[in-house]
Nanobody, 116 residues
C-alpha cells in the first residue's frame, strides 16, 4: 500500500515562502516520477512541479523561478520550496507519485493560503 503524506502548508503573506514536504511509504526510487499539483476552488487540478527518477525537473510558467522541487531518496521524501508567493498560489497542494505501471498515487493534500 503506497501512502503519501504532505506537510508544511499554512497561511503566509504575499511575498513569503513555504516549504512543503511529502513523506512516501516505500522507496521513491521505485517511482518513475514525483510531483506536486494544486487545486484552487472551482478550478482543475494543475501541475506545479515534477521531478523524474533521474532528477530532471519541469515546471509550468506560473512556478518557474519561484518554486523548486527536490527529492531525498534516502529519506523517501519530496519537497517543494515556494518563494515569492502570490495570492493566486492559494490552493490545496497534492503530492503525487507516478509508478512505472502508469498508476498515479496521491496524497490527501495540504492547504496553502497566501494573504494579500
Amino acid at each position: 500500500q503506497v501512502r503519501l503524506v504532505e506537510s508544511g502548508g499554512g497561511l503566509v503573506q504575499a511575498g513569503g515562502s513555504l516549504r512543503l514536504s511529502c513523506a512516501v511509504s516505500g522507496s521513491i526510487i521505485s517511482f518513475n516520477a514525483m510531483g506536486w499539483y494544486r487545486q484552487a476552488p472551482g478550478k482543475q487540478r494543475e501541475l506545479v512541479a515534477r521531478i523524474s527518477s533521474g532528477g530532471s525537473t519541469n515546471y509550468p510558467d506560473s512556478a518557474k523561478g519561484r518554486f523548486t522541487i527536490s527529492r531525498d531518496n534516502a529519506k523517501n521524501t519530496v519537497n517543494l520550496q515556494m518563494t515569492s508567493l502570490k495570492p493566486e498560489d492559494t490552493a490545496v497542494y497534492y503530492c503525487s507519485a507516478d509508478a512505472f505501471s502508469s498508476r498515479t498515487y496521491w496524497g490527501q493534500g495540504v492547504q496553502v493560503t497566501v494573504a494579500s
